[in-house]
């Protein structure tokens, strides 16, 4: 995987702490 920038990196970690606690990936 690419080098991600820290402001991806706190999103791609939003997403995957919000799928693990709903069970559905948020609307973007």
């Known amino acids: 995987m690419s080098k991600l920038t820290k402001k991806q990196k706190q999103v791609f ?15 973007i």
């Not at 970690?13 to 609307?27: L, R």
């Open 13 to 27: 970690d939003f997403i995957n702490t919000y799928i693990s606690e709903n069970g559905i990936s948020p609307t």
